[in-house]
């Protein structure tokens, strides 16, 4: 069999004349080269081959130079002698994959420089500051991916107090603001038992965060402190409403995206059942 090996130098010269490799069939043979391609080569070469030029199509269709240049850089990758070569063509892999990142990252709503970024990451590597370390870094990253919605104070302590103006309200020292809309006639819960109920969860707005679609089944003593301290108040078929300060919900963290941080809450709650705890 003819010693087969395919030209590095003559495909780069071939490629960065932009002519494309996909619309050529070309075979680059040397009948002097020193080391012989064996079957195997040839066979991975071809398997590999069809995959890398399928690759650059599909990454710059339409675009020869731009395909040129892409498998040009493959070739040199082969190529690499040194450690120092190797790294390089190492360092510029990572970077591509940094590239794909940030570009999720903008589609995300960061704005970044991409046309600097690198440079600056590079400055960081060696060690040195462009002003923030990594904690405030990422801080300032995920106030704009996840940003903290907030309430005013101020509306949310009106609520509360408009609300404990209303007719069958009671207000508790711990500030739950309690309504009666019908009064049931069974007994009331224990800390220990399971309820039966329906309910719709508002925020002082009236924007509705959460909802029973059916009856749902919960322990009284495993729900935010004001819903279970609304419940203790109830009566088995009653229907009421309970208005809650953040210290009673949800708190300062607020719930996801459902609840803001220092919201006051509005629960309507019908008492179907109560569950004894088994003894």
């Known amino acids: 069999m003819k010693s087969l090996k395919i030209g590095a130098l003559a495909l780069s010269v071939l490629l960065?004349?932009?002519?494309?490799?996909a619309q050529h069939e070309v075979m680059l043979i040397s009948e002097t080269a020193e080391t012989p391609a064996d079957s195997t080569t040839i066979a991975v070469a071809t398997v590999f081959g069809?995959?890398?030029?399928?690759?650059?199509?599909?990454?710059?269709?339409?675009?020869?130079?731009?395909?040129?240049?892409?498998?040009?850089?493959?070739?040199?990758?082969?190529?690499?002698?040194?450690?120092?070569?190797?790294?390089?063509?190492?360092?510029?892999?990572?970077?591509?994959?940094l590239i794909q990142n940030l570009q999720q990252?903008?589609?995300?709503?960061?704005?970044?420089?991409?046309?600097?970024?690198?440079?600056?990451m590079a400055i960081v590597a060696k060690g040195e500051s462009l002003g923030m370390d990594f904690a405030?870094?990422?801080?300032?990253?995920?106030?704009?991916?996840?940003?903290?919605?907030?309430?005013?104070?101020?509306?949310q302590s009106s609520f509360l107090k408009n609300m404990a103006k209303r007719d069958?309200?009671?207000?508790?020292?711990?500030?739950?603001?309690f309504e009666t809309i019908t009064v049931?006639?069974?007994?009331?819960p224990q800390p220990t038992d399971n309820v039966l109920v329906t309910y719709t969860g508002r925020l002082a707005d009236g924007t509705v965060f959460d909802q029973s679609e059916n009856p749902v089944?919960?322990?009284?003593?495993?729900?935010?402190?004001?819903?279970?301290?609304?419940?203790?108040?109830?009566?088995?078929?009653?229907?009421?409403?309970m208005y809650m300060p953040a210290s009673l919900g949800y708190g300062e963290q607020g719930a996801g995206d459902a609840v803001p941080g220092g919201a006051a809450l509005d629960f309507?709650?019908?008492?179907?059942?109560?569950?004894?705890?088994?003894q």
């Open 105 to 120: 990252l903008q589609s995300a709503g960061l704005t970044i420089d991409m046309t600097t970024v690198g440079g600056m």
């Open 184 to 188: 049931g006639d069974g007994a009331s």
């Open 217 to 241: 089944m919960f322990n009284v003593s495993q729900l935010i402190p004001g819903f279970t301290e609304g419940l203790l108040l109830m009566k088995k078929g009653g229907h009421y409403r």
């Open 16 to 21: 960065s004349t932009g002519v494309s490799y």
């Open 50 to 97: 069809q995959s890398l030029r399928q690759a650059a199509e599909s990454e710059y269709p339409g675009d020869p130079i731009a395909q040129g240049v892409f498998m040009r850089g493959v070739v040199d990758a082969f190529e690499a002698t040194s450690a120092s070569q190797t790294a390089y063509h190492q360092g510029a892999a990572t970077g591509a994959i």
């Open 168 to 177: 069958n309200v009671m207000t508790t020292e711990s500030g739950l603001v």
């Open 136 to 155: 405030s870094a990422d801080a300032h990253i995920q106030s704009i991916l996840n940003p903290t919605i907030t309430v005013d104070p101020e509306v």
């Open 268 to 278: 309507e709650v019908v008492l179907i059942d109560i569950i004894p705890a088994q």
